[in-house]
């Protein structure tokens, strides 16, 4: 496997935890290294997943601390939500940096002009313009939260 790789970051920075004696880390590195292995053998043959399907799992993980962090909150588990959140931020430094807001509305406005000129206008425009903020915004984007704004553009 190439060490340049992110499963291979990943993997030095386990190597690294267990040196370190670092809990949190471990664990999280831990979970995001199953779950991949889990990805990699899911299918008829084994595969080795590129960069952006890592990453792709990757964002799986945090939103998956992110969530149990909340429902730790709910059920009055504090003692538990900041280990949770540290987790995910472990899992976070891996992932590139998400679009700020003013740059996911510039690539919204984009794609609706896009749309116009195609003939789609309105609510019909609204499939094939989140699908193709998606694709520009990349992995890490929310998807809520490109259904929201170009529900909003075009409604408005």
Do not use: C, W
């Not at 984007?141 to 929201?148: F, H, L, R, V």
């Amino acid at each position: 496997m190439d060490d340049n790789s992110l499963k291979g970051q990943l993997q030095a920075a386990l190597t690294a935890g267990m040196k370190a004696r670092d809990e949190v880390a471990l664990s999280a590195l831990r979970q995001a290294l199953s779950a991949i292995a889990v990805a990699e053998t899911a299918g008829d043959e084994v595969t080795v997943l590129t960069d952006d399907q890592v990453i792709a799992v990757l964002v799986v993980e945090v939103r998956k601390h992110h969530e149990t962090a909340d429902a730790f909150v709910t059920a009055g588990r504090a003692d538990r939500v900041e280990r949770a959140r540290a987790e995910a931020a472990v899992l976070e430094a891996y992932l590139p940096a998400s679009l700020s807001d003013d740059e996911l509305a510039a690539i919204v406005d984009a794609e609706i002009a896009t749309a116009a000129a195609a003939g789609l206008e309105g609510m019909k425009a609204m499939g094939k313009v989140v699908a193709a903020v998606r694709a520009q915004a990349g992995a890490t984007a929310d998807g809520s939260k490109i259904a929201a704004m170009v529900k909003a553009a075009l409604a408005g």
